[in-house]
């Protein structure tokens, strides 16, 4: 059985950090992508940052470039997002997702996680940024 549980969210003033760790078991985690995902109320899911299998090569969303970093360690089963410079617009629901790239490219996983299967999301962790 497949599990993924974030970890790390909370209450941050504007220009703080946060470090968010996404640890999964049930599967070999070395052989999927891994991306955070987030969701503010009113709107749309939308991808912030994924890494390949390996962790070679990563992929950012333009508003948190240069801010986040995407990071993971095979030999624990986990992945991190340090956050820094934090904005009031960072405010969200961040998931993460875990996707063996089954007929989609690394890049299609990185801007629509739709289709990967609900087994592989984590229930999350809410990120407030006070201004």
């Known amino acids: 059985q497949v599990q993924v549980v974030e970890s790390g969210g909370g209450l941050v003033q504007e220009g703080g950090s946060l470090r968010l760790s996404c640890t999964a078991s049930?599967?070999?985690?070395?052989?999927?992508?891994m991306g955070w995902f987030r969701q503010a109320p009113g709107k749309e899911r939308e991808g912030v940052a994924c890494?390949?299998?390996?962790?070679?090569?990563?992929n950012y969303a333009d508003s948190v470039r240069g801010r986040f970093t995407i990071s993971r360690d095979n030999s624990v089963n986990t992945m991190y997002l340090q956050m820094n410079s934090l904005k009031p617009e960072d405010t969200a629901r961040y998931s993460c997702a875990a996707d063996g790239l089954r007929g989609r490219t690394f890049y299609d996983f990185c801007k629509d996680a739709s289709m990967v299967s609900n087994d592989y999301w984590g229930q999350g962790t809410q990120v407030t940024v006070s201004s």
């Open positions: 890494i390949t299998r390996s962790g070679v090569s990563w």
């Open positions: 049930g599967l070999t985690f070395a052989d999927y992508a």
